[in-house]
């Protein structure tokens, strides 16, 4: 029996942040950030400062607020809003095309008929939707130029359908009178049940059985009522707003032309009805607002109404990204519209962020004290230390550190390290590394373990001693105004910190305070500081 084959495809991770990624570092967040409070900004203020500047390697708040507003702007300025009355004109335009042409072709055409037709078709107004109007009840001599009206009607239809259902315009392309019937017979359910929900009488099992009958023209798939009047209310507020862009004259001629859709103002009764219960039930919505479109690329109703939804996406992207509300913090970032809008790189920035805040919130660098306030805890004290005594040492190239002492003949304290012996050392042996260190050469050696051990030189390892001193150290740290003026403040931090970093841990025998002065002295802690 052959054994089937399983073909496998690779490709992009696209399912979220990559499950094999390294943990996110805080090394550059806490070095900005203890940078900034040295500055003199909050803890809180200098996390948000580098989330909005962001880090070497890492896209940060601002950026990603550019990327929004320009997004937004090359939508408003590559489009217009009139571009179903301008397919409207197109059609129309081709159907007297036509008809025109069949008045030539025809020779058996009645000279008068041909006549009276002729200054009919040159009398129609200039305006697309009174010309669509007058010749409702037009008898069409050209097959073709009946099609091509008729289809300015199925176009009104299906535009007006997909301002409020998305992908509704393909799925009627080519509809019968059936298809027509059965969105028609849905409006209807779907009013009704709306109306039902705002007075309180709706139950679970009548949106279930409007599910059943007409789920399949719900691609959001829904899964109550709640869900579905959010995703209409949205659509159906953009097409508010799209209509309330236009300019007065375009809005007229589309009121005007949206009466010959399907070839039957029905249409247009049920859609207001559901606008209207749509608004009742989500009045928080922006129902009013406008955009002032510039371009030359003209869209249709259901495109248009798209864009107006990326518009509104982009101002809550752009809100959610300037955190600059009451308890704002990355976590109330849409990825997924950010990942639509702008690609799945700047959601990827925008995760990475939002584990950067929350890596350090959660870290332990970051403390909230008894007031509320974000500080520096003592382990970001510690290795902020650390950090800038490094530095400290880096630039006095040729200094130990070590404290110089007076007393004479005193071996010191052992360290409990060891080390090889160099010529001179006068500590005393580390009498276990000694022989192991012997035991370990001779049997590399291959030598007879008969013959005894033979200790080398290089075998010898003495113990680490520390010549120890106390002493009381008060660190004095000038915090006048002059300070900051001179521009002085910032390097000061940077050295006392040091240099308290360096005498905790090196000599913590020692006594010590860390003293301020300015107008007057005192004592102060170091976080403080």
Known sequence: MRTPRHSSRYGRYSGGPDPLAPPVDLGEVLDAVTEDVMAGYSPDQALREFLRRGGRNQRGLDDLARQVHQRRRDLLSRHRLDGTVQEAKKLLDRALREERDQFLRDARMDPTDRQFREMRLDALPSSTAAAVTELSDYDWQSDAARRNYEQIKDLLGRELLEQRFAGMKNALQNATDEDRAAVSRMLEDLNELLEKHARGE???EDFERFMNRHGDQFPENPQDIDE????????????????RSMTPEQREELMALSAQAFGSPELMSQLDRLDAALQGLRPGLDWSGSEQFEGDQGLGLG??????QDLADLDALSEQLSQSYAGSTLSDLDVAALARQLGDDAAVAARTLTELERAMRDSGYLRRGTDGELRLSPRAMRKLGKSLLRDAAGRLSGRSGRRDTRLAGAA???TGSSRPWQFGDVEPWDVTRTVTN??????????DPSAGLQIDVQDIEVRET????QA???LLVDTSFSMALNGRWVPMKRTAIALHQLIST????????????????QTMDIGEL
């Open 202 to 204: 709706d139950t679970p």
């Open 506 to 521: 090196r000599f913590r025998g020692d006594a010590l305070e860390l003293i301020t002065f300015g107008r007057y002295a």
């Open 438 to 447: 012997a035991v370990t050469r001779t049997a590399a050696s291959g030598a």
């Open 466 to 469: 520390e010549a120890r001193t």
């Open 472 to 474: 009381a150290v008060a």
């Open 303 to 308: 495109d248009g109404t798209g864009v107006l």
């Open 228 to 243: 579905l009047i959010d995703a209409l209310a949205q659509r159906s507020a953009a097409a508010q707003r799209m209509m």
């Open 412 to 414: 010191g304290e052992q």
